[in-house]
């Protein structure tokens, strides 16, 4: 660390005070803890306990940053009184953050031999990677608190603390003593840094330094931002290697393949000027979609074989009608691989592309048709939503029983019985909804009925809603029917019924396991949030519907407000509020100031009953006020400083002021 760190060093606790012009002390010394006499009362402690009984706070003694956080926690209801953590399992050492940061945490690790002080690192989640700790009491209390590998330590889980609240606000932050939001934590003082993708700017890690709060020094913060220092130069130096390698892989194979060439890495995206001409940019999407998970898949399995290999040839459907056959080729050793949020480790490749069946130029008309039915009744020409449709009607061919997964409102019950009338229109499509069974006793009479004498499409929905008892009863039924299907001729249950099955795994009330065995092919429903460019297609789709053709539209304006939300309750909530928009607008152009107060927000949180009425009001008040925020406090009683926080707290989008 050199002579500066030295000089840090000397500042730590148990080798004697700070200097006066080290870097940070004016910025800390404030912040450190009431060291007053025995018994006081510390002003911080007071104004914890205020807000906690949603008192005022006097913003004199508490930090506008640790202020935002206690907001923060308080509106992910995260306990005060507790610490409510779950181990998530040995975490992934083998990363290029944790390879890459492994020789300057041993480093500071011996600066800091014998001092009551700790080095933690997480990953971007706030999962503790590593922990090096010099003293014993300090690591038991440590251990105490589930600061150790494997449990994550993100704001969302614990409240306000140097690592969870470094990743919100994106910047060094600092917590001591009673600025912690749980009371397990009050002991302890931290400080924080995040860290950063060198090449993509994305937040990786956090490197945090924790101590007891009687220790806590104002050169922690220098500290571990000149830690930060040197773990991004090391991050650097190691992305240059493996960029290096793949452009490098990448060059040689548009010089010798030819035809379509790509490369993925770690945030990097390269494509070659054939595919540039070759391929439309949805198709370019559609490739760089299915390659990534090629490529994730392969990095997963060589985390069991111990080495990469080449996937086999993967063919893609197009959305342009094209259909190509892709070769996937990992860069690099095991262990070289990417982190992705979406898909889990990702191995470096060059992809090759050849294009088996090239798409006939379509007339304007086809194309339309084409994005707004690409099966019976459903729209929407988005990746993730066209790749759940194509997996769904792969599954349905080859005969397998299906489970379709997702949040509720997806789509899901739609999508089944549109690759049933797709493949099958003649036969019937039976649903049965498992939400029944709580208080229909003869729901799974029901069940076996139509599994023994059912034919077509049988749809089994939310049965994620069983308890233990039921889908044990499910799954014996289900395994009955699969055995008689496979049976010899003269067998009593009817050959060729399909069964699907719709669920929300997120919300399931027993283990399902036993159960999906049955159901070899899974489909992922995805989120609206994911596919939100199908709002284009869905809008127009839906107004069709609930209006005669035509005679709604939607204005610009009141897309762009509607492609703003997240849609917590995804396409079920859209054909909601449309219903809603209709019945006040018969004919015409639908505004913004047609849309209910729910699409003016942006807030992925689902609002209480209380807070959507207060919500609504304020949007309402907003739109009546022209979007004058103080104007729209006063009518509604409150306070100016109120309204603003509610605008931020809901996510509001506020009208321009006139």
């Known amino acids: 660390m050199g002579r500066a760190s030295t000089r840090l ?3 730590l606790p148990g080798r004697g005070r700070p200097e006066r012009d080290a870097p940070g002390l004016g910025v800390l010394e404030t912040a450190l803890p009431n060291r007053g006499l025995p018994g006081a009362r510390d002003p911080l402690a007071e104004a914890r306990d205020r807000f906690l009984a949603a008192e005022p706070v006097d913003r004199k003694i508490v930090r506008e940053p640790i202020l935002a956080s206690w907001w923060r926690s308080r509106e992910w209801r995260i ?15 083998d990363t290029m953050l944790a390879r890459s940061a492994e020789p300057v945490l041993r480093h500071l690790h011996e600066q800091l031999d014998g001092q009551p002080i700790s080095i933690i690192l997480t990953d971007a989640n ?9 003293d014993r009491e300090l690591e038991r209390q440590l251990d105490t608190i589930m600061l150790i590998p494997g449990f994550s330590y993100a704001e969302d889980v614990v409240g306000t603390n140097g690592i969870g609240t470094a990743l919100e606000s994106g910047g060094p932050t600092h917590v001591f003593g009673h600025e912690h939001y749980a009371e397990r934590l009050e002991g302890m003082a931290c400080a924080g840094v995040p860290l950063r993708d060198p090449l993509s700017g994305k937040t990786v890690g956090v490197i945090d330094l924790t101590c007891w709060r009687r220790d806590a020094d104002p050169l922690m913060l220098s500290l571990v931002k000149s830690t930060a220092d040197q773990l991004g130069q090391a991050l650097t130096e190691t992305s240059n290697g493996r960029d290096l390698r793949l452009l490098q892989e990448y060059t040689r194979a548009c010089r010798h393949t030819g035809g379509i060439v790509l490369a993925l890495g770690n945030d990097v995206v390269m494509l070659n000027d054939h595919a540039r001409r070759a391929l439309s940019p949805a198709d370019q999407a559609a490739l760089i979609s299915q390659a990534t998970e090629t490529l994730s898949a392969e990095a997963v399995a060589a985390g069991v074989r111990g080495r990469l290999r080449a996937p086999g040839a993967v063919t893609v459907d197009l959305p342009s009608g094209a259909v190509a056959r892709m070769f996937c080729r990992p860069v690099g050793e095991f262990g070289m691989l990417a982190a992705s949020a979406e898909t889990g480790p990702l191995a470096d490749g060059v992809v090759h592309v050849k294009l088996v069946a090239p798409a006939t130029p379509p007339s304007a008309e086809t194309i339309v048709a084409r994005a ?3 099966l019976p009744g459903l729209v929407g020409s988005g990746a993730a939503w066209r790749r759940a449709c194509r997996l769904a009607e792969a599954s349905y061919e080859r005969g397998e029983w299906l489970a379709l997964e997702g949040e509720p409102g997806v789509g899901k019950l739609a999508l089944v019985r549109a690759v049933h009338q797709r493949r099958n229109p003649a036969a019937p499509c039976h649903v049965l909804d498992a939400a029944d069974a709580a208080h229909d006793h003869d729901w799974l009479t029901q069940v076996r009925a139509e599994l023994l004498e059912g034919t077509g499409m049988l749809v089994l929905r939310h049965v994620h809603l069983l308890n233990a008892r039921q889908v044990r009863t499910l799954a014996g039924a289900l395994q009955e029917a699969r055995d008689a299907e496979s049976a010899p001729a003269g067998a009593t249950a009817t050959q060729g019924l399909r069964v699907a099955v719709t669920l929300d795994r997120a919300a399931a009330r027993a283990d399902l396991a036993g159960l999906l065995r049955l159901f070899p092919g899974s489909v992922a429903v995805p989120p609206l949030r994911h596919h939100s460019e199908d709002l284009r297609d869905l809008v127009p789709f839906f107004l069709g519907k609930l209006s005669q053709q035509g005679r709604v539209t939607c204005s610009p304006a009141a897309m762009q407000l509607l492609l703003r939300h997240t ?18 607008r018969r004919v015409g152009q639908i505004t913004p100031e047609d849309l209910p107060p729910e699409c003016w927000t942006v807030s992925r949180r689902v609002l209480s009953p209380l807070e959507s009425i207060e919500r609504d009001a304020i949007v ?8 004058n925020k103080i104007r729209a406090a006063r009518a509604l009683g409150m306070s100016r400083a109120t309204i603003y926080r509610r605008i931020r707290e809901y996510g509001i989008v506020t009208p321009d002021a006139s």
């Open 126 to 134: 706030g999962l503790v990677l590593r922990r090096l700790t010099g």
């Open 79 to 93: 306990a005060a009184d507790r610490l409510d953590l779950s181990y998530l399992g040995a975490p992934d050492l």
């Open 620 to 627: 309402q008040s907003l739109l009546d006020h022209g979007g």
């Open 372 to 374: 707004a039915m690409a």
């Open 9 to 11: 060093h000397s500042g």
């Open 567 to 584: 849609w917590p309750g995804n396409a079920a909530q859209l054909w909601r509020v449309l219903k809603q928009v209709v019945q006040r």
